[in-house]
T-cell receptor, first 112, second 113 residues
Framework: QKEVEQNSGPLSVPEGAIASLNCTYS??????FFWYRQYSGKSPELIMS????GDKEDGRFTAQLNKASQYVSLLIRDSQPSDSATYLC????????????FGTGTLLAVQP | KAGVTQTPRYLIKTRGQQVTLSCSPI?????VSWYQQTPGQGLQFLFE???????NKGNFPGRFSGRQFSNSRSEMNVSTLELGDSALYLC????????????FGPGTRLTVT
């Protein structure tokens, strides 16, 4: 059973709209959650981290975490064509480990 | 501050050969993790090192091994290469092992023919 689930997409939104990306995880021991952006042919780039329930905002990005529902989301406001990429959700378990479990990623396409 | 560097960036090997990939973490970072990315399996954890000690290992065969040096640089080795080992190998750097963010290097693209 996959431990981190994402809708593979593609998710298509018009320029200027809000893109909403979702992720669920199965390990209740997971403590930290991350969103990475990966352009085609490039390596993942960290864009958000979230450790506590609630919202965390950074510029146009807002990460949301609900540990009771085992749900993480990423909102991208005022989406730009340059935001078109695959967005990877990752979860890290508790304890002294950096092991990340990744979802398969959601492909976002922002239409000009 | 310089980012994570990986060498080589591209590599073509033949089945049965072995390969060594190198990763230099961000200056001051002591934790290095390795991941394999393929179109079919996505990003999968290989192993992580902290202060020269392997702290965790993923579900990969023993052909995959790694080590970390005292300067935090890390290498991973794959012996007896198989076609299925063709992948993007990514190294991630972190200051420590608890509640720290990880930053990926550009990766090494390995093609096994």
């Amino acid at each position: 059973q996959k431990e981190v689930e994402q809708n593979s997409g593609p998710l298509s939104v018009p320029e200027g709209a809000i893109a909403s990306l979702n992720c669920t995880y199965s390990d209740r021991g997971s403590q930290s959650f991350f969103w990475y952006r990966q352009y085609s042919g490039k390596s993942p780039e960290l864009i958000m981290s979230i450790y506590s329930n609630g919202d965390k905002e950074d510029g146009r990005f807002t990460a949301q975490l609900n540990k009771a529902s085992q749900y993480v989301s990423l909102l991208i406001r005022d989406s730009q064509p340059s935001d078109s990429a695959t967005y990877l959700c990752a979860a890290r378990g508790g304890g002294a480990t950096n092991k990340l479990i990744f979802g398969t990623g959601t492909l976002l396409a922002v239409q000009p | 501050k310089a980012g994570v560097t990986q060498t080589p960036r591209y590599l073509i090997k033949t089945r049965g050969q072995q390969v060594t990939l190198s990763c230099s973490p961000i200056s001051g970072h002591r934790s290095v993790s390795w991941y394999q990315q393929t179109p079919g399996q996505g990003l999968q954890f290989l192993f992580e090192y902290f202060s020269e000690t392997q702290r965790n290992k993923g579900n990969f065969p023993g052909r995959f091994s790694g080590r970390q040096f005292s300067n935090s640089r890390s290498e991973m080795n794959v012996s007896t290469l198989e076609l299925g080992d063709s992948a993007l190998y990514l190294c991630a750097s972190s200051p420590g092992t608890i509640s720290y963010e990880q930053y990926f290097g550009p990766g090494t693209r390995l093609t096994v023919t």
